[in-house]
């Protein structure tokens, strides 16, 4: 049975200095294991629901505030956010902003040593979580002579190795190359199949759907959608918004609509194998 991590209830947020909110009676709850993926067109509220979830809304951007969010049972307006980065940890688009140190290692142990942990604690952080995003080779590198890819990776273990309940992405192949992004896309799909829930808002659907369990469609601060990701990118709502689908799931659509029987394959690079293969038959074949 899956635990509930986060919950929205009926949540809206204004901006300090703008008259229309950000976000609008946005009500929802995700769930201990979950891969869910955020998408819509730019801004749609998504950025400003994932601040929501670690306290940065409202506690550091300033505005108007309405409803309420949960975070493991804990109110974030009754909370700080050094004590939601325990249990949410944020990763922004652009890595620089958010390593602080001259050394991978010391950029990674900065969040576990500010918990006040033994320092023997905090080197078996460091070591899990440079493992746990393929990145040990890089423990003494310079974080400024690493590739984009490279440092999106490294600030991705320095949230892990605050060992919290869900990782939140916002937008984090915004800058970097279609091998980084797919690398890096691939590593979110290895550590929630090891257990970690991922809430991610990303623009490339291609590469992150195969691993999603869950889509959001967002639009004008509103969720105008919450499906599994055949449902969404096969329905009329991405198109209405803007939103380019996956070329997969139109393409499985036509194809089953056709009498082919093509359940069981989720991702493009399965459904080419299967036509390679020629495993692909009609119904009632």
Known sequence: MMD?????????????????PSLKGVSLSINSGEFVVITGPSGCGKSTLLRCMNGLIPHFHGGEFRGSVRVKGVDTKLSSVHQLAQMVGLVFPDPESQLIALE???????????????KRDVLERVDWSLRKVGVEKLRHAQVFKLSGGEQQKVAIASILALKPSILVLDEPTANLDPLSAKSLIDLLGELNRSGTTIVVAEHRLSMVSKYSSRVLLM????????????????SQIPIDIGVERPEFY????????????????????????????????????
């Open 250 to 285: 139109p393409l499985r659509e036509r194809l089953r609509r056709n009498g082919l029987k093509v359940d069981g394959i989720s991702t493009i690079e399965e459904l080419l194998s299967a036509v390679q293969k020629k495993e692909i038959k009609c119904v009632g074949a």
């Open 219 to 234: 639009d004008n601060g509103k969720i105008v959608l919450d499906a599994d990701p055949y449902v969404a990118f096969t």
């Open 104 to 118: 991978v290692e010391d950029d990674v142990a900065f969040g576990p040593g500010n918990l006040g942990l033994p």
């Open 4 to 20: 509930e991590l986060v919950r929205f209830e009926n949540v809206w947020f204004t901006y300090l200095g703008n008259t229309e």
